[in-house]
């Protein structure tokens, strides 16, 4: 029996403005494909911040992410999606478009029977609700790692000297598992605020993070450089090149828009990222790869269940929490973001609760 009531809370983005408000479940919508998860926790991600100001390219084939990140429990089941009522799951937004967004009371989400397959991925740590990090992003880190691997053959980043620009989720959870593949890592930021979440988290040690003019004082430097800010400007993209050794690979994970080329015109830098591909490029003397990664698999969920399981230390990815909002709370918090009068290093996690 369905535990969907027939009113919910939800927000609308709608003209670059966030609301909350109740709405009627739409009539019919319980069908055989569909899935309904009450979310507990939700993040904040960028890409939500990017949308509210129109400054993301949407994928037709997924669509928006405005409230993606979450973990919660099956509350509907249709007969024709193999789902379980009652399983903690999280959401692959990166399978089927035909959902509604999370940041809400319940996130409905359609589709086949392979794709719900996909897109709604069993938590397997029952542990999850009292010490809370999102599943993804950290598939996606996962995914990203895994491919650029495949892209360059390797096994590991063993004795590799990995340089990372951003101290966002993103690029600290790339330092947990660079450092755990076995490389040295050196990650630049821009502001304080995040050098000093990731020292005072114990994510990151002193000798680990640096401000991001530090870049000129390591050029041609490091074999791999993963460049994860919001904006992969041309700017920031040369700063990446200019810390890569000769034969290094910078692997461009965040920022890029349609149509942004680098360096100088070569070559297609955000259909690299989004088709996960590798290039070769000439850069001031220096031969480069330029790969990218985008989005995740349920596998890639699964290999993160696995790390965070077995190597707690090595990955403590409920320290990227730095601040436990309601969902009321969330319109004008994620508005003073969005208008950059707010900023908090980590994540944001929304807890929703039962409506009063
Ligand atoms: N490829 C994928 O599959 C994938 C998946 C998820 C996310 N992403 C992308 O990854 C990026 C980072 O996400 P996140 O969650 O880490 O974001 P975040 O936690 O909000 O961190 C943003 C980071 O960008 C830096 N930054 C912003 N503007 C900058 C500028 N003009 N110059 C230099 N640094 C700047 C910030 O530095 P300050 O502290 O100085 O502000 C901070 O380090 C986003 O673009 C997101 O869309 C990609």
Known sequence: ????????????????????????????????????????YIGICRADIK?????????????????????????????????QEGDVVTLNPNITPTRTTGFAEY?????TKEQLEQAVVRVPEPEIHND?????????IVHAVKKLLELTNAHSLEGKKVGIIGAGCAGLMFAMYARHLGASISVFNRGEMRRAFARE???LTEGEIY???????????????????????????????DMAADEAVVLVYGGTRNGDRFPLGQTDVDSIRRNER???????????????????????????YRLHAQHPHEFPLE??????????EFPDLVMGMAAGTEDHPGKVLIEVGDRR
Not at 3 to 21: I, Q
Not at 65 to 74: A, I, K, N, Y
């Open 1 to 40: 029996m369905s535990s969907v009531p027939s009113t919910y809370e939800t927000t609308t983005l709608r003209d670059g403005t966030v609301s909350l408000g109740v709405h009627a479940v739409p009539e019919n919508t319980l069908g055989d494909d569909t899935v309904v998860i009450k979310p507990h």
């Open 51 to 83: 949308e509210i100001v129109g400054s993301r390219d949407v994928m037709g084939d997924r669509g928006p992410l405005f409230g993606h990140e979450l973990v919660g429990t099956v509350a509907f089941s249709g007969a024709g999606t193999g789902i």
């Open 107 to 111: 996130i409905f989400v359609h589709g």
């Open 132 to 140: 809370v990090w999102m599943p993804e992003p950290f598939a996606c």
């Open 201 to 203: 988290q114990r994510i």
């Open 211 to 241: 401000p991001l003019g530090d870049t000129k004082n390591h050029p041609d430097n490091f074999d791999l450089v993963i460049v994860a800010p919001t904006v992969a400007s041309a700017e920031i993209l040369e700063i990446a090149a």
């Open 278 to 304: 590798i290039e070769s490029v000439e850069y001031r003397g220096k031969r480069l790869s330029i790969s990218g990664a985008y989005g995740c698999f349920k596998e890639d969920y699964e290999e993160g």
């Open 319 to 328: 320290r990227l929490a730095s601040r436990q909002i309601s969902l009321d």
